[in-house]
């Protein structure tokens, strides 16, 4: 896709500019309890090889039987790609050999998949830019399993749990032009999938892992050769890979070299990627259609009705939020990022006013819960008791300094916050005899300061300040304000 070139997003080269381009494979696994073919556990974490079923092991005369579960699964991703869902694919073998793959072939979709072209909108928070990442398929297929080499000095061992593990694979057209777009591109992709239910997006397992296809080329020219960094499984390795990759490919064609189309790997510890293999074309895998499986064939109706009972994703929701609560575009993709900070919004703005609500989640209890590692779904505050301390700055019971106090006592201990602010006295001072008294000591005990306010009416908040210290921090600020002002003569 010859787009306008950005500027900012090209890397200066010894010899010029070079732009990078990336397309994408994820590799994502179905949310299903049995495998694809067969009906072994999908768990993690089991012995080795306690969930592998004679299909799984490919012993003679085990024949495939497609998991329709998986398939519905793939079609509601596609779906919520905004895709092309083809009523009928056909599964293929793709051939190669590795220890892990019993059969000696995979079982894919390689011209028939069961989902065509669609589209992943990404905003992207460095630049600040929306952009449109075309999808070009989605297919089925089977993992492989794992070879282990550390556990003995001179054998290795498989462990075939997952293999037969459904997959969706999801192939990006080349539209990415940096590694900001590409993270970005990727956390956003596994949002729609947690939305859907369809993947769990859970990299430290192997539950999403990406292989990045990177080029260079001078700006405006025609696409270089490219190199696949296989089974990258983190965001941050995505966007280290791509950096290292890029200046790799550009420095030997600097040097007058020319780039080999091959497989590598990235390793996070020496943060640079090694050569694996060389790239395989499509007829190095003699694909062929699988004789063991028929048609994958559905009518219309079934995808209507999957239509139906898909949940409100991403994009609409944060259209919604900016709508209905009058949240920035920021805001509201921040909310929206994870399905289970999304509810907690909605549980909290609920007869409030939403901006105040937003605020108070995305600063203050997002703020805390990073800070001690935790997520939304840990949080010790709850829905309820951050809507209560909401309500009582509305209801100027407590001031804003009093609430962030509330808000620390309620994250580290817990309760009532309606009660904890009446135990322990905590209220603001509203009542105007208190506050004016506080507000003479201050002026009183500073007659320089008060000469100096009149010529420079930016000293107010430090008497401002000054007064909410006498006070314990319990004076209505409002309130403080407007006294001092009459006070000192200062409009």
């Not at 009446?422 to 005899?433: F, I, L, S, W, Y």
């Amino acid at each position: 896709m010859n787009a306008p070139v950005n500027p900012k997003k090209l890397i200066k080269g010894a010899t010029g500019d070079w732009e990078i381009v990336i397309g994408m494979e994820i590799h994502a696994q179905v949310t299903s309890q049995a495998k694809l073919f067969s009906g072994a556990s999908t768990a993690f974490g089991g012995d080795p090889n306690s969930h592998v079923s004679l299909v799984d092991a490919a012993m003679p005369g085990m024949l495939p039987v497609i998991n329709e579960e998986c398939v519905r699964q793939a079609i509601r991703t596609g779906l919520g790609l905004k895709a092309q869902i083809n009523l009928k694919s056909t599964f293929d073998r793709k051939n190669y050999f590795y220890p892990d793959l019993p059969q000696g072939y995979q079982i894919s979709q390689y011209k028939s998949p069961i989902v065509g072209e669609g589209e992943v909108i990404v905003d992207v928070p460095e630049s600040g830019e929306t952009i449109t990442v075309r999808i070009e398929r989605l297919h089925l297929e089977q993992d492989a399993g794992k070879s282990i080499h550390d556990l003995h000095p001179t054998m290795s061992f498989v462990d075939l749990n997952r293999s037969g593990v459904a997959l969706m694979e999801i192939v990006s057209k080349p539209d990415l032009r940096s590694s900001d777009e590409a993270r970005a591109y990727v956390t956003k992709l596994r949002t729609i999938l947690r939305y859907l239910g369809t993947c769990d997006g859970d990299m430290d397992k192997g539950n999403l892992r990406a292989d990045v296809n990177v080029s260079v080329r001078r700006p405006g020219e025609e696409f270089g050769t490219r190199c696949e960094i296989k089974n990258v499984n983190s965001i941050r390795f995505i966007g280290q890979a791509i950096e290292y990759e890029a200046r790799r490919q550009i420095g030997i064609l600097e040097d007058g070299g020319v780039i080999e189309q091959e497989t590598r790997l990235y390793d996070p510890g020496k943060g640079e990627t090694r050569s694996m293999r060389s790239k395989e074309e499509a007829h190095d895998y003699r694909y062929f259609p699988d004789p063991d499986l028929l048609p994958l064939e559905f009518d219309q109706a079934y995808v209507d009705e999957l239509a139906q009972h898909l949940p409100e994703l991403p994009d609409e929701k944060k259209a919604r939020f900016m709508g209905d609560y009058g949240l920035s575009a920021y805001d509201a993709s921040v909310l929206v990022a994870e399905r289970a900070s999304a509810d907690f919004f909605e549980e909290v703005a609920k007869g409030r006013d939403g901006k105040a609500a937003a605020n108070w989640i995305i600063n203050e209890l997002f703020g805390r819960l990073n800070k001690e590692g935790k997520d939304i779904s840990s949080s010790p505050v709850s829905a309820a008791q951050l809507g209560a301390i909401v309500d009582l700055i509305g209801e100027n019971v407590i001031s804003g300094k009093i609430a962030k106090d509330l808000f620390e006592i309620v994250f580290t201990e817990g309760g009532d916050p309606r009660e904890i602010v009446e135990k322990r006295g905590m209220k603001q001072v509203t009542d105007t005899g208190a506050i004016e008294a506080a507000c003479d000591a201050v002026i009183a005990a500073n007659p320089e300061k008060v000469e100096q306010a009149k010529a420079k009416p930016t000293l107010l908040g430090w008497f401002v300040g000054q007064v909410m210290k006498q006070t314990g921090g319990k004076a209505n600020p409002q309130a403080v304000n407007e006294l001092l002002k009459a006070k000192l003569g200062i409009e």
